[in-house]
């Protein structure tokens, strides 16, 4: 375990759930990290009828996210070019990491046709 986690995991939590307007059941926030820049996105479903919404974590998150990855580079570890933290109400969690299609600094590889089928997947999934 690499020290320092826990307090950046709190703090991305935090940031969504300071956010979320109404009674939920799940959220999750994901980072993607590009040679030229990142990309945060959130979403969270309805505690009464399970719909997916979008929302804006509050401030705080997305540099919690960048500072995960800073740990994991002073630490040596593997950068991971995405990362996911899934949050239910209870207060449960789980993060996940991405390494797949990373180059050698752990930043993914924009794959313009893959980020519009993932934009396509989010719009039918919050448009439904």
Same mark, same amino acid.
């Given at each position: ?78 950068? !991971? %070019? ?5 949050? @239910?109400? #209870?207060?449960? *969690? &789980?993060?996940? !990491? %991405? ?5 050698? @600094?752990? #930043?993914?590889? *924009? &794959? ?17």
């Amino acid at each position: 375990m690499i020290d320092g986690l826990e307090p950046l995991f709190q703090q991305i939590a935090d940031s969504m759930m300071l956010a979320i307007p109404e009674e939920w059941a799940t959220a999750r926030f994901e980072a993607i990290f590009f040679p030229d820049g990142s990309t945060y996105e959130a979403e969270y479903t309805r505690g009464t009828d399970k719909r997916a919404r979008s929302f804006q974590p509050a401030s705080g998150g997305s540099h919690a996210f960048r500072q995960l990855r800073e740990v994991f580079r002073a630490s040596g570890k593997p950068l !991971w %070019g995405r990362a996911c933290l899934e949050l @239910n109400s #209870d207060g449960s *969690f &789980n993060m996940t !990491w %991405g390494y797949d299609n990373c180059d050698e @600094n752990g #930043d993914s590889h *924009f &794959n313009e046709e893959q980020e519009l089928r993932r934009h396509q997947e989010r719009h039918k999934r919050l448009s439904s």
